[in-house]
């Protein structure tokens, strides 16, 4: 495994079965606690784990979330907990039967790490940077390291994210480069860790913002975005604030502030009106959607996958990353215990049936999150470094859609289940459903009242 982060740990997890060792190579010394390390310096901004990935998580490694827990990650109502404000106003609040785990990324890769860890057969190395591919017949055979070793592996797996050198070492074997996809909508980030007073009750456990996009009243609605959650244990939440379309947060408290208090909702700035900055403020800028098309690889070795970050780099923005990786490793479980029973143990032909299974998910999550981007003003799309034309969907349908689900708690929570990724899309476009919307048109859309 090359990476030892999160897609690693899983794909670790989902293989470590049907193989006598599991070698985890990272370039960083992986901390013994949960704390920010510079190899994933996206651990400084918020990570919100969907509820499918939570699950994912939960089978490949029994008792994650209790871990996590433990550690001081904390289990909140979705609906009830959580105050969210998107087009079409506040979502509902009542209890409800879905829950999501709140925790920091690093508190979430150290849980994964210690069960992962505890295998049979799973070791991880650190501070060792691989440094290319080594190949034979058409088979990656090992990886090459810094210190002048070679490992060989009967299948090696690129976890090492989302700056990933894998496309170029299988260029100097001779394989193509798969096409390359990139989406910038031009997000940027600034976020911090907040210190709230003691038993602090705000009325909520997790506040989120998103932009009001097309049809807002001010610049800054427009583009604007902000969350705060408890992260761990009673005191120690997160604030991520994010911005579109060029319109980046900046770093200093007081400004930041001010940036908040500009998407013009009295709620935000109450609520940061209690708590302290004791933290560095973090920025991240490069927030593109980058998909290398393994799956469509016309030609590719034998013995070698990519999987996480290093196939496919999502904007953050979507918090697709982790349950993307973990919905992968499950897949990967799957399809090579499938593979394994039908060819008695013979590697060859795993890639693809790999690729071709995992590719669903893949590319369901590159056009949802892509159909939001592409309405942003100024998004860029290439194709191979090619300018392509964006065409920017309609929100008139989702927009009334999403206030059609607010009305009713049941409908809501399998809403929400969807959007979490636990429950398939379809129903969302059944003619019940569409005719509903349809019959309601003009009231539902009332709910969209522009900020
Ligand atoms: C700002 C930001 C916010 C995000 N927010 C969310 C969110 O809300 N929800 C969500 O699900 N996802 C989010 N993500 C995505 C999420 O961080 C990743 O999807 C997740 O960490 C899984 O990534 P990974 O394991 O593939 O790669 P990473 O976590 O990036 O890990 C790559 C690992 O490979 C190692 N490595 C790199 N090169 C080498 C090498 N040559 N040799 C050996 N080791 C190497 C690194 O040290 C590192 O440990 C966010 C990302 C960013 C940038």
């Known amino acids: 495994m090359i990476g030892g982060s999160i897609a690693g740990t899983l794909a670790a997890a989902a293989v470590a079965p049907h ?54 990650a904390v289990r909140l109502d979705s609906a009830e907990n959580v105050m969210r404000l998107d087009r079409v106003g506040w979502s509902p609040r009542f209890r409800s039967t879905l829950e999501f785990l709140m925790a920091s990324r690093p508190l979430i890769e150290k849980a994964l790490r210690d069960k992962a860890g505890a295998l049979p057969g799973v070791r991880y190395e650190s501070g060792v940077e691989v440094t290319g591919l080594v190949a034979q017949s058409g088979r990656v055979t090992g990886v090459r ?33 798969p096409t390359k996809e990139i ?116 030609n590719r070795p034998e013995g070698f996958l990519a999987v996480g970050d290093a196939w496919m780099g999502f904007n953050p923005v979507y918090g697709q990353g982790m349950t993307a990786a973990a919905l992968e490793a499950r897949d990967l479980r799957d399809e ?12 060859t032909g795993l890639p693809e049936r790999f690729y071709a299974k995992a590719d669903t998910l893949i590319k369901y999550c590159w056009n949802s999150s892509n159909t939001l981007d592409h309405r942003i003003p100024g998004v860029e799309y290439t194709v191979d470094g090619e300018a392509r034309q964006v065409e920017p969907s309609s929100s008139d349908f989702s927009d009334r859609l999403a206030a059609y689900m607010a009305q009713d708690p049941e409908r809501y929570v399998r809403y929400r289940e969807t959007t979490q990724l636990l429950r398939s899309p379809e129903w969302l476009s059944s003619d019940e459903i569409v005719s509903a919307v349809k019959a309601n048109w003009d009231e539902l859309g009332q709910a969209v009242v522009p900020r």
């Open 145 to 177: 390291t810094k210190d002048g070793r070679e490992v060989c592996a009967d299948l090696v797996i690129d976890a090492s994210g989302r700056f990933s050198k894998a496309v170029e070492w299988l260029e100097e074997l001779g394989y193509p480069a």
């Open 183 to 298: 989406v910038n909508a031009h997000w940027g980030y600034s976020s911090t860790f907040l210190r709230v007073p003691e038993n602090w009750s705000p009325g909520f456990q997790a506040l989120a913002v998103t932009p009001f996009g097309e049809g807002a009243l001010s610049a800054a609605s427009a583009s604007r975005a902000m969350a705060m959650w408890v992260v761990e244990g009673e005191r120690r939440w997160i604030l991520t604030v994010q911005g579109s379309a060029g319109d980046h947060p900046p770093r200093k408290e007081a400004a930041l502030r001010e940036f908040i208090s500009s998407i013009g909702v009295p709620e935000l700035v109450k609520a940061l009106d209690d708590v302290e900055f004791p933290e560095p403020i973090s920025m991240w800028r490069d927030t593109r959607s980058r998909l290398w098309d393994f799956a469509g690889q016309p």
């Open 19 to 72: 193989f006598a060792e599991v070698l985890l190579l990272d370039r960083d010394e992986l901390p013994d606690e949960p704390v920010f390390r510079k190899g994933v310096p996206q651990g400084a901004h918020f990570h919100a784990l969907l509820a499918a990935g939570r699950q994912a998580m939960d089978e490949l490694l029994p008792g994650f979330s209790e871990h996590a827990c433990a550690m001081g």
């Open 336 to 347: 090579l215990s499938a593979h394994l029973d039908a060819t008695t143990g013979d590697l």
